[in-house]
């Protein structure tokens, strides 16, 4: 429309200036300066115009820098810090052995490096007993902590199946580097899963094999204690009241 009306105002100065000047009885029409005004008309008209597409522009670009600063409406962080807590949980609960440097030293001292032939043999069968405990707990903790990782799993499926649409749907930079986050830190708490299993599996398969070197030398405690007893000396046994060798 506004193009239209500066070539009309275009074409009406042509035929202004191309008509011989008329004369009136009362009044002398300036048709230069007619046109002039018409011309500095259309010249503004133009520049309001180029003001206006502008504006356009600024307001376009002010729409997309919105998008791209909107935030994610989707968030899965608190599910994965629960699922966190809850791994945590499961190692705290560590039987007998925790996962504990201090907690190693103490007990591996008490319970697989103190065997000796000078202990007691009921001192020998209560080491033992604590050892098999401590194997049969390292077990157990181990498929609890591969129940739970294996539990994770569906809840996993379903956070990377919102965060994945989210981030293909997403309407801005923002949006999309949110959701590119959250993925990120899913895989961060899957690793930490792996992490706690395989840590789990190594403490069962650790104390396994420190009971198999104490129950050598448990062994050799007791053969020990076999040797030192005395000798059999056979004796005189009396039969029907009669008396004999």
Do not use: C
């Amino acid at each position: 429309m506004r193009y239209r009306l500066i070539s009309t105002v275009v074409v009406i100065a042509f035929t202004v200036l191309s008509s011989p000047p008329a004369h009136a009885q009362w009044a002398v029409y300036d048709g230069a300066n007619h046109v002039e005004n018409v011309l500095i008309a259309a010249r503004t008209l133009q520049q309001i115009d180029n003001q206006i597409t502008s504006l356009a522009n600024q307001a376009q670009m002010l729409v997309n820098q919105g998008r791209n600063l909107a935030s994610l409406p989707l968030s899965a962080l608190s599910t994965l810090q629960s699922t966190i807590s809850q791994t945590t949980a499961l190692l705290a609960q560590a039987q007998n052995i925790a996962y504990s440097v201090q907690s190693v030293e103490r007990q591996y001292q008490q319970a697989y490096t103190s065997v000796s032939s000078s202990m007691s043999d009921s001192a020998l069968f209560s080491q033992a007993q604590t050892r098999w405990q401590n194997s049969v707990g390292g077990f157990e903790d181990a498929l609890k902590l591969q129940a739970r990782v294996v539990g994770n799993i569906p809840s996993d499926s379903s956070a990377m199946t919102q965060l994945v649409s989210a981030s293909q749907t997403s309407t801005g930079a923002l949006q999309a580097a949110q959701a590119g986050n959250q993925l990120m830190a899913l895989q961060s708490r899957q690793l930490s899963d792996i992490q706690a299993e395989l840590a789990a599996n190594g403490r069962a398969t650790a104390l396994q094999q420190a009971r198999d070197a104490a129950t050598e030398a448990e062994s050799d405690a007791q053969y020990q204690h076999f040797s030192q007893h005395d000798a059999y000396v056979p004796g005189t046994v009396s039969m029907f009241g009669g008396s004999g060798n």
